[in-house]
């Protein structure tokens, strides 16, 4: 039977019976180890240490089946702490032999392993062990990996933030390079990603070179290369700059050559990044309900595509809650007698999912009358007033629940329909 995310524990406990071999197993990156209980607690046989390829796998499962047929049982449950990538392989590989494998919290296991010994013992041994018993408490979930068009953005947006964190590495190389060698560049050029800017650097990219190359020179090559012309008044600026520039002067083979090694990273990463974003878009489209989401002010592509990325097909949610608990933006409390905590965001979630909503809420409010509106309202209300933060992060659990109506039901975006009669009331009222 296939769980859903609105089954509760009791549900997960009653999955569970005499013959139910449940298995806890401890995920490394070469090596696993696996320890079997019945639905009591009673450890059955020995632990079972087995390789990360085909042949461990294997071995697993005949030390399963020899299990389940000296004690008589019929199913088997294998609960796994999703640390690391390391259990994806192995997971793939069980489903396709009808094993179901589930999720135990990493936080669970954590801070469980000192129930049976009192010891803050940490090894493998021991946490396959708490992975078992937590798993016959009903304290798992069934993994949510997408699949088919939402697996394909995953991997893709995935890739996408690694070339956006290489491209801001050499973006900042660049930045030091001029820092270095050329200091005044900017005051000529107040992006050096222009085009005008770029081929500066890659035909002048040091003051010498751009006094040595003489104005008209630099403005012939501006002229071939750019569309849009830079006049004889920004390379007369540019002349100047360089002829009063206090840049280094050792070093300058290696220094051009050191440029040239950047711009040609950046040249890639930027390629790069125009190939995928293509790729993005064509599995953007093969989701029905995505043009219904794009249709909302302030949502992009990359925000779309981000989205489906790290929750999947929307039609595995019952209630827009269950992504916003997903993102981490359900609340927690810690209150105890009188004293009254202060009241936050668990962050237990998909930090991916939360920062893109949070950004794109940041954006909403800054730029949508709407969403500024309702921002307004909840710092200015006579009533429980929230901080300007507390505001975003409530407007983030509006923003799910927009999204997941315009995705469910195929709407386009109606911002008459944001509000309702009620709180548009409160807002004139306030």
């Not at 669970?108 to 129930?115: G, T």
């Not at 360089?242 to 050559?257: C, D, N, P």
């Amino acid at each position: 039977m296939k769980l859903t995310q609105s089954y509760k524990q009791n549900q997960r406990i009653e999955r569970i019976s005499e013959t139910t071999l449940v298995i806890g197993a401890d995920i490394a990156k070469n090596t696993h180890i696996a320890r079997a209980f019945n639905f009591r607690g009673i450890e059955l046989g020995k632990r079972c240490v087995f390789t990360n390829d085909q042949t461990g796998v294997k071995a697993l499962l005949d030390w399963t089946d020899e299990l389940k047929q000296e004690h008589g049982m019929t199913e088997v449950l294998l609960g796994v702490e999703p640390t690391g990538h390391y259990w994806f392989p192995m997971h793939h590989y069980l489903r396709q032999q009808d094993i179901p494998v589930v999720l135990v919290n990493p936080h669970h296991v954590k801070k469980s392993k000192e129930l049976d010994d009192n010891s803050p013992t940490k090894n493998d041994t021991k946490d396959a062990r708490v992975v078992g018993k937590l798993v016959l408490e009903g304290r798992y979930t069934e993994p949510q990996l997408p699949k088919g068009v939402y697996a394909e953005l995953r991997v893709l947006m995935n890739q996408r933030d690694r070339i956006n964190t290489d491209l801001n590495r050499i973006k900042g190389r660049i930045h030091n390079w001029l820092d270095r060698y050329f200091p005044e560049f900017t005051r000529v050029f107040k992006k050096w990603e222009g085009k005008a800017a770029l081929l500066t650097l890659r035909q002048f990219p040091l003051p010498q070179d751009v006094v040595d190359a003489g104005e008209d020179h630099i403005v012939e090559t501006w002229k071939k290369e750019v569309q849009r012309a830079v006049g004889r008044k920004r390379a007369l600026l540019l002349m100047h700059t360089a002829q009063a520039s206090i840049g280094l002067e050792e070093g300058l083979k290696a220094a051009r050559y050191e440029l040239s090694m950047l711009l040609e990273q950046y040249d890639l990463l930027i390629r790069q990044m125009e190939d995928l974003m293509e790729q993005v878009s064509e599995e953007l489209e093969k989701i029905p309900e995505a043009k219904a989401i794009l249709s909302m002010p302030c949502v992009g592509t990359v925000t779309v595509a981000g989205i489906y990325a790290e929750i999947g097909d929307l039609s595995g949610y019952n209630h827009p809650q269950q992504i916003i608990r997903h993102a981490g933006f359900n609340l927690k409390e810690d209150s105890s007698g009188m004293h009254k905590g202060e009241t936050l965001i668990t962050k237990r979630g998909r930090s991916r999912l939360r920062r893109i909503l949070y950004q794109t809420t940041l954006i909403m409010v800054a730029k949508d009358p709407t969403f500024k509106a309702l921002h307004r309202y909840f710092i200015t209300r006579r009533e429980n007033p929230l901080k300007k933060k507390q505001s975003i992060i409530a407007l983030c659990g509006k923003l799910v629940r927009i999204l997941f109506t315009l995705g469910t039901k195929q709407q386009n975006y109606d911002a008459s329909k944001v509000l309702g009669a009620f709180r548009e009331a409160q807002i004139q009222a306030a």
